[in-house]
């Protein structure tokens, strides 16, 4: 359990954050796009979706108000976090693609249900992915099945998805992919296959209590 969970954790959004939002000033390179991979777009839209289903699993999850506030308060940025792992997980399915891995329905399946019987039942496991991997209900079945793509892949160079020939797979696969990130979410280190922020004096960050230049 504890190997899946670390996978989890470096796949996924890694935790559940509420993000600043980030704006730019100026021409967008990418008019619409929060990435392009592969040649296709990840949408902004589509990134805030993924943004609203954690946020709907939070409420529900916390319905009291002030608990609520309090899960958003201990955060930092989901919105990057979530794109971080939405990049990640078609960099992953290309190296475990590449290497010939594939991964069956009942083999996510199989998995699901011995984390279910290990974490006393669906809805506590459910809960545990969106608490600490920011994994919402409905997107738990190909978050597993991304663990179970690194976990084969992992077997598949003799090694585990802690070591650098693990990594240096998906930095093969985000060179084949070209990822490229709208700059106002940051750059994607193809090397370490992560996004990481990009420090431009046009982008600001905007807060709940005003615009601050980062500048």
């Not at 496991?125 to 663990?147: A, F, I, M, S």
């Amino acid at each position: 359990m504890h190997r899946r969970r670390r996978t989890a954790l470096l796949l996924s959004a890694a935790i559940v954050t509420a993000a600043p939002l980030l704006t730019a000033c100026g021409n967008d390179a990418h008019p619409g796009a929060a990435a392009v991979v592969g040649g296709q777009r990840i949408t902004v839209s589509q990134l805030e979706n993924r943004v609203s289903e954690v946020r709907e699993a939070q409420r529900a999850v916390v319905p009291d108000e002030a608990q609520y506030e309090q899960a958003i308060a201990k955060t930092g940025s989901l919105t990057r976090d979530t794109l971080h792992g939405m990049v990640l997980d078609q960099v992953l399915h290309r190296a475990a693609q590449d290497a010939g891995v594939t991964v069956s329905r009942k083999e996510i399946q199989q998995m699901r249900g011995a984390l279910e019987e290990q974490a006393g039942g669906a809805e506590a496991l459910e809960t545990t992915w969106l608490q600490q991997y920011g994994v919402p209900p409905e997107r738990l079945d190909e978050n597993l099945r991304l663990q179970l793509e690194a976990q084969k892949l992992a077997e598949r160079l003799g090694t585990d998805t802690s070591q650098p020939a693990f990594w240096t797979a998906l930095s093969q696969a985000s060179d084949e992919l070209n990822v490229d990130l709208n700059p106002r979410y940051g750059t994607w280190d193809v090397e370490k296959s992560s996004r990481v922020d990009a420090e431009t004096p046009w982008v600001r960050e905007v807060t709940a209590t005003g615009t601050q230049d980062t500048a």
